[in-house]
């Protein structure tokens, strides 16, 4: 799986953020800017990825790797995406080297705020965070994890957050199918309410919509 660095202003776009509260939890984080970006502007952000675990080294040639590699997949699928977001290629790697900059010079500065960890077991208190946000890995690799780790991750996701839980995308990667076993999953989750929510960003066809869970 790529270690991708998507930047803040995708995130805010994915996740239709307007304001940030309190404390955030980017979980899976990758080499994406979001958190570094939230904590500069006050936030009480917190990245978790497994991918941490790696020498600073090794961490910064995986982030650097995951550019080109994800123009790759882009090329294999190119009818499955659209430009009217970044406005055309070279503006969306622009968008993803900055952010990968972003990102390893602040996990320098401020290792802590990246943990070393995995879904579906957290090292955090239950309701820890205010928001949780988890960008491209439940449902987009549904074809590597399957119904009943995302079944665990959600509920892991849901345990950390005081609030509200919100992930994006909802389709596979590639060619961006739907994910089957996605609605039911989501009925077999006690103590919360979903929605699917309209976001201004686009890329994969058809992929504008983030799932919205909150916490009763
Ligand atoms: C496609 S990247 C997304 C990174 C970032 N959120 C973004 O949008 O650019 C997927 C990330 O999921 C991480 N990952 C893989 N398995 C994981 C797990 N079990 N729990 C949390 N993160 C995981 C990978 O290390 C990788 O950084």
């Known amino acids: 799986m790529l270690v991708t660095s998507r930047s803040y202003a995708e995130y805010e776009a994915m996740f239709d953020l307007r304001e940030l509260p309190d404390s955030v939890l980017d979980c899976c984080a990758g080499g ?4 570094a970006e939230a904590a500069a ?18 961490l910064v040639d995986t982030v650097r790797r995951s550019l080109p590699a994800t123009a790759g997949i882009v090329d294999e699928h190119q009818g499955s995406f659209v ?5 055309s290629p070279e503006r969306k790697d622009q968008y993803r080297i900055e952010a990968a900059d972003r990102f390893l010079q602040d996990v320098s500065v401020a290792p802590e705020r990246y943990i070393a960890a995995g879904l579906p077991e957290l090292p955090f208190g239950d309701r820890r965070f205010d928001l949780v946000l988890c960008s491209h890995l439940l449902f987009t ?9 995302h079944l665990a991750a959600l509920r892991e996701l849901i345990r950390v957050s ?5 992930i994006f995308p909802l389709v596979l990667q590639g060619a961006g199918e739907p994910v089957a076993f996605l609605p039911e999953i989501l ?17 994969q066809v058809g992929a504008n919509e983030m799932l919205v869970i909150t916490r009763a």
């Open 187 to 203: 009925d077999e989750l006690d103590g919360i309410t979903w929605e699917t929510r309209k976001v201004p960003y686009e890329f």
């Open 32 to 35: 994406a800017s979001f958190t």
């Open 141 to 149: 690799w549904a074809d590597k994890y399957d119904r009943d780790w």
């Open 162 to 166: 005081n609030a509200e839980v919100r």
């Open 41 to 58: 502007r006050g936030v009480d952000a917190i990245a978790a990825d497994p991918a941490y675990e790696l020498e600073p080294s090794e």
């Open 83 to 87: 430009w009217h977001w970044y406005g």
